[in-house]
């Protein structure tokens, strides 16, 4: 019977000390495969606990002011009550109560640093220029302290010199998800406003896409280089800070082990800014419980929209990609030792954590789906009302879900 090997401890430390070819007893090519796969699979488990540990306190925080009682019971599901808390919260509106919610998507991307330095660590072959991971041009998001080129989140209401995808303080005109009071598609609104379907040009109480003549709270798509006091989606004159990149990466060429393995890192390292979210509610028959039920929303559900959208356009292809290389991985395993006992011993030490990688993939998939039916809750019908959400039109073209070692997109839903 072959010694079986000692097993490694299950963490990114002890993985980065371990020597497989020795303690397997398998050549150089077969360890480095070993050695990706397993890094991979742990870096997905451990992103399925991060966003279920993440996603059920942000819940948890929804649920504590959202005003309404809900039983978790046996489950602890913060988020399945929250979206009973939703129900109940709305039906103290009153039945002639509508709520509006508009939803800028958030923008959503990581830092180039962890594709080049998970892509040097997992093929020592890599130095210099071919390790370094590029961005497409104009779509790095930081912080820039010089002129913005592209658009600007700010960091609290301001004066926007483009286009404002948000809540317009003052005059504007452009596309309105509200009641707009002024001139619709250049004939004046009824007193107190109406709901125009063309372009209104004066005051507009809820979302808009257009010039803002006040201050802006969302973002803005500059005409012109100007400065941002808050977060630059594109280009900067100076070097920008904290920059993440919001589209294409250009990865070093990597084998399939690795490439599967920075993929991992990258989905586990995705950092959102979220546009703004306004809720509106109307004829409302409790005033104080309408501006508690917008207040909960406005705080909470951006944090939740980060896993209904920026997650939901990475995890999915990473997860195939994770259990492709697992599969590889334990296959050049049985071929490069003859001893199917030694085989079995060596898969046996990652036996568990491979098959971890599939509930890893259910539980993010559960949590998807249930920031989904969170969001869905506001938008639902429930005893005489009615809710819709809105997303303003995006001020760039609308990019499709992007391929392993692509950082995503902001998309609109």
């Given at each position: 019977?072959?010694?079986?090997?000692r097993?490694p401890d299950m963490?990114v430390?002890a993985?980065?000390?371990y020597?497989?070819?020795?303690e397997?007893?398998?050549?150089?090519?077969?360890?480095?495969k070993?050695r990706?796969g397993?890094e991979?699979?742990?870096?997905?488990?451990?992103l399925?606990?991060?966003?279920?540990?993440g996603l059920?306190?942000?819940c948890g925080?929804?649920?504590a002011d959202v005003g309404?009682?809900?039983d978790l019971?046996?489950?602890?599901?913060?988020c399945?009550?929250?979206?009973?808390?939703?129900?109940?919260?709305?039906?103290r509106l009153?039945?002639?109560?509508?709520?509006?919610v508009?939803?800028?998507?958030?923008?959503?991307g990581?830092?180039?640093e962890?594709?080049?330095?998970?892509?040097?660590?997992?093929d020592p072959?890599l130095?210099?220029p071919?390790?370094?991971?590029s961005?497409?041009?104009?779509?790095?998001?930081?912080t820039?302290d010089?002129l913005?080129t592209g658009?600007c989140?700010?960091?609290?209401p301001g004066a926007c010199?483009g286009?404002?995808?948000?809540r317009?303080?003052?005059k504007?005109k452009?596309?309105c998800s509200?009641a707009?009071?002024g001139?619709c598609?250049?004939?004046?609104?009824?007193k107190?406003g109406a709901?125009?379907?063309?372009v209104c040009?004066g005051?507009?109480d809820g979302?808009?896409?257009?010039s803002c003549?006040?201050a802006c709270s969302?973002?803005?798509?500059?005409?012109?280089?100007?400065p941002?006091?808050?977060?630059?989606s594109g280009?900067?004159s100076?070097?920008?800070?904290?920059a993440?990149?919001?589209?294409?990466i250009?990865p070093?060429?990597?084998?399939?082990?690795?490439?599967?393995r920075?993929?991992?890192?990258l989905?586990?390292?995705?950092?959102c800014?979220q546009g703004?979210?306004?809720?509106?509610?109307?004829?409302?028959?409790?005033?104080a419980a309408?501006?508690?039920?917008?207040?909960a929303?406005?705080?909470?559900?951006p944090v939740?929209?980060?896993t209904?959208?920026?997650?939901?356009?990475?995890a999915p292809g990473v997860?195939?990609e994770?259990r492709e290389?697992?599969d590889?991985?334990?296959?050049?395993v049985?071929a490069?030792?003859?001893d199917?006992?030694a085989a079995?011993?060596?898969?046996g030490?990652?036996?568990?954590?491979?098959?971890?990688?599939?509930?890893?993939g259910?539980?993010l998939q559960g949590?998807?789906?249930?920031?989904v039916?969170v969001?869905?809750?506001?938008?639902?019908g429930?005893p005489g009302?009615?809710a819709?959400?809105v997303?303003?039109r995006?001020?760039?073209?609308?990019k499709?879900?992007a391929?392993?070692l692509r950082?995503?997109?902001?998309?609109?839903?």
């Amino acid at each position: 019977m072959p010694t079986p090997p000692r097993c490694p401890d299950m963490t990114v430390e002890a993985l980065e000390r371990y020597d497989f070819a020795a303690e397997m007893k398998v050549q150089p090519p077969v360890s480095a495969k070993l050695r990706a796969g397993v890094e991979a699979a742990l870096v997905v488990n451990r992103l399925a606990e991060d966003v279920d540990r993440g996603l059920k306190q942000a819940c948890g925080a929804f649920l504590a002011d959202v005003g309404a009682k809900a039983d978790l019971g046996a489950s602890s599901d913060p988020c399945g009550a929250l979206v009973q808390a939703i129900a109940a919260a709305r039906a103290r509106l009153g039945a002639n109560a509508a709520v509006v919610v508009d939803v800028v998507p958030p923008s959503c991307g990581a830092a180039l640093e962890v594709v080049s330095e998970c892509a040097a660590r997992c093929d020592p072959t890599l130095a210099g220029p071919p390790s370094r991971a590029s961005c497409e041009a104009g779509e790095l998001q930081g912080t820039c302290d010089a002129l913005c080129t592209g658009s600007c989140d700010a960091a609290s209401p301001g004066a926007c010199r483009g286009q404002c995808s948000g809540r317009c303080d003052g005059k504007g005109k452009g596309t309105c998800s509200g009641a707009c009071n002024g001139k619709c598609d250049g004939k004046p609104t009824k007193k107190g406003g109406a709901v125009c379907a063309g372009v209104c040009d004066g005051t507009c109480d809820g979302a808009v896409l257009g010039s803002c003549a006040g201050a802006c709270s969302g973002r803005c798509a500059l005409i012109a280089a100007a400065p941002c006091a808050g977060t630059c989606s594109g280009a900067c004159s100076a070097d920008m800070k904290a920059a993440i990149c919001t589209g294409d990466i250009t990865p070093p060429r990597l084998g399939d082990e690795c490439r599967a393995r920075c993929d991992a890192q990258l989905a586990a390292s995705l950092s959102c800014a979220q546009g703004p979210v306004l809720v509106r509610v109307t004829g409302a028959t409790d005033p104080a419980a309408a501006l508690a039920f917008r207040s909960a929303a406005e705080k909470h559900l951006p944090v939740i929209d980060r896993t209904a959208i920026g997650l939901a356009e990475r995890a999915p292809g990473v997860l195939a990609e994770v259990r492709e290389t697992v599969d590889a991985v334990q296959a050049a395993v049985l071929a490069a030792l003859s001893d199917p006992v030694a085989a079995r011993q060596v898969n046996g030490c990652f036996a568990k954590l491979f098959a971890d990688v599939a509930t890893a993939g259910a539980s993010l998939q559960g949590n998807i789906d249930l920031a989904v039916a969170v969001k869905a809750s506001l938008a639902s019908g429930g005893p005489g009302a009615g809710a819709t959400f809105v997303a303003p039109r995006a001020t760039t073209p609308v990019k499709a879900p992007a391929p392993p070692l692509r950082a995503p997109a902001a998309s609109a839903r």
